[in-house]
């Protein structure tokens, strides 16, 4: 391999099952990249991760592909500026890692941040070199297939021809499917986790909200808010509030929070007075402090976007008929974002083509999220297909 | 009867079904309200409108109660001040008229404004006339039970003992269910659609949302929005698009919507791609025009502490156990707010009490908003009952 993520200090052997202490490595991309939309970026940079060891003939490798407000810190743990190490593991730790289902002990697995996002790739809140201030707004709006396009290139630059797995859920699902369709001979495996062959009206409709409570939060000034010395923080807040009651379900939040009181009764006043208000209200500060606007936004419009059966008269087969892949598609019965529906849907056009495919709909409370979090029947099914993924290349 | 809101230049006859024009009133009630928050209302006003005739012996008297944004204006139309005669009916108008499923050729029919609204009756924009100054935030919160006990009053000053009906959709139901316990002897007939025993952990969560979203916007100034020439637009549209959400169905925005462009193709940019999206931006725009932001608030708050179980022990058969009225119980299969489960909950209780109840599950795609919508099957239950209501009393 060509290069390695693994810090000089690393303490991988000190947490088990863990990578350790990883740090990211940016790549420069001088090819210019022609978008979807029309427009070229000159050149752009890609941040990512890599986990584990590529191997002598180069096929053990997996891409993970983010969703919404993911990026390149997949698994480990950074190290801080002070030189101590992060109590914060990457989004998805509990899949990756030695001996994980994800195991970086065979596997080499890369996590890079999408363009247009906030963790350290080419996007709204870096500098656009054309004119030596920070893109905002004029960052070009990109798509899921943009996306594929720029981690083709980053596979070409670590030197990995074919993928024995490309994995995602939600958004990342979208990209594992569009890797399959526009690169047939670079994916071996596509692991299609709580996606949707698009968005219903509904859930445009949600994106939708998210966006105006951003854009109508006077802070956002038309999305030069870094020029104003600004933030729309407001904005961002309501819209994580929102987007955070989709990725659950009312099951989960009634289980967990039910009805129950902050104080012992109510204030009778507009202070919040019930415990998932509090939640949200902490997940909305949160995110509002660490996320970037205009990434928000973008990502919200390539969700919106994705629509590839459209092109063949809404026929998603014909669409999956250049796929050559075996698939891994799943879904979460208290998913009502994407629910188990629209993953069958994938898995007929995928019958469809006489492809590969095997399909769980996996029980759980937590919705959406489910696939971010250390579900057992969903942690094995992962780590059963993953063996045999493994298997293909002697391990 | 004591009051007629019959417009005296009235357009009934040229308009079948309809119960003309109309113009609300406005009476002044000088005994001080406590209410269940401990604070006391010396004086109000409630506005409210009438239709049809109140008969002889005072018992065909019908209670209209809306929900989060409705008001007294439930039929027929207003004159405008350049004497013309308003294009918009009331908002239960399909319902309401003579000949309609709550016959004014047979009903008294009382529809009013509830405290803490903004349609006229007192509420943040009204006046406080301990300060002359516009109340604001200063308003005291509001519960279903605070309403139950004012509507009592006018029922009083309306010279009506018992209603033969209360009906309400929604928050309306739940007003129609806490006058049966609140007053078992003034209430023949309670009609409940689409509400439920208490709002879900989703359910205050989206209402914190919307709460949020208003309250965050800086045209907010603490509630006191109108002392600063203002009123918080961006905030109040974001929170009507929200709700607009949960009031209709995934299916309904589908077969509505769907993903039907306003161009015929993307533009890459952050202007409005989808027709959900136009018509969401509208229904925003149009409501933060119209209704104040403090009621919006008060509406949200009273629907959340709405739990009168939870002082039995979280047994509504408890609650119930004092209402001695007959019950009609309906919800829509598409409503995901209030979703039949909730309404069935309700009959449970009721049966456990052994009242007389009916029970209708409504096919509808149409979700929550089902409830004010002109649906064959839902008019022609309505239209059976109230028939069986009017029988009662030799109609």
Redesign the interface.
């Known amino acids: 391999m060509r290069s390695s993520t693994k810090d000089s200090t690393s303490h991988s052997g000190q947490i088990p099952g863990s990578v350790g202490v990883v740090a990211p490595v940016i790549h420069h991309f001088e090819q210019p990249l022609e978008l979807?939309?029309?427009?070229v970026l000159p050149a752009y940079d890609l941040i990512y991760e890599t986990y584990g060891e590529l191997n002598a003939d180069r096929s053990n490798a997996i891409l993970i592909c983010h969703a919404l407000s993911g990026d390149h810190h997949v698994a480990g743990y950074h190290r801080n500026d002070d030189g101590t190490v992060s109590t914060k593991a990457g989004w998805w730790d509990n899949m990756v890692g030695p001996g994980k289902p994800f195991d970086t002990d065979r596997f080499f697995v890369v996590g890079l941040n999408n363009l247009g996002g906030c963790g350290g790739s080419s996007g709204p809140s870096s500098m656009n070199p054309a004119t030596g201030r920070l893109y905002g707004?004029d960052f070009?709006?990109v798509t899921v297939s943009d996306w594929v396009q720029s981690q083709a290139r980053l596979a070409d630059v670590l030197g990995i021809e074919q993928f024995a797995a490309i994995i995602g859920g939600s958004l990342g699902g979208m990209q594992a499917m569009q890797w399959a369709v526009d690169f047939p001979d670079r994916v071996r495996h596509a692991v299609v986790v709580a996606a949707a062959p698009?968005?219903?009206?509904?859930n445009?409709?949600?994106s939708?909200?998210a966006?105006?409570?951003i854009?109508?939060?006077?802070d956002f000034h038309d999305?030069r808010y870094f020029e104003h010395d600004t933030v729309p923080k407001?904005g961002l807040?309501?819209a994580r509030?929102?987007g955070h009651?989709t990725y659950?379900s009312?099951e989960h939040?009634?289980e967990?929070?039910?009805?129950q009181m902050r104080e012992g009764q109510?204030s009778?006043?507009?202070t919040?007075?019930?415990q998932?208000?509090s939640y949200?209200?902490y997940q909305?500060d949160n995110f509002s402090t660490r996320f970037d606007a205009n990434t928000y936004?973008l990502m919200t419009?390539a969700l919106?976007?994705f629509?590839p059966a459209?092109a063949h008269d809404d026929r998603l087969s014909a669409w999956l008929s250049r796929a050559k892949a075996d698939f891994m598609v799943a879904s979460f019965t208290s998913d009502w974002r994407f629910s188990p529906s629209r993953s069958r849907e994938i898995v007929k056009a995928l019958h469809d083509n006489n492809l590969n495919v095997s399909y769980a709909e996996i029980e759980s409370k937590e919705g959406h999220d489910s696939f971010l979090l250390e579900i057992d029947a969903y942690q094995d099914l992962m780590r059963a297909y993953l063996n045999r993924v493994a298997a293909e290349f002697g391990q």
């Open positions: 979807t939309s029309g427009a707004p070009p709006l698009k968005l219903s009206a509904q445009i409709a949600f939708e909200v966006r105006q409570s854009r109508s939060d006077p999305g407001r807040r309501v509030m929102l009651i659950l009312d939040l009634g967990k929070f039910g009805r109510f009778f006043d507009y919040v007075e019930f998932i208000e949200l209200n909305g936004l419009k919106d976007y629509d459209a």
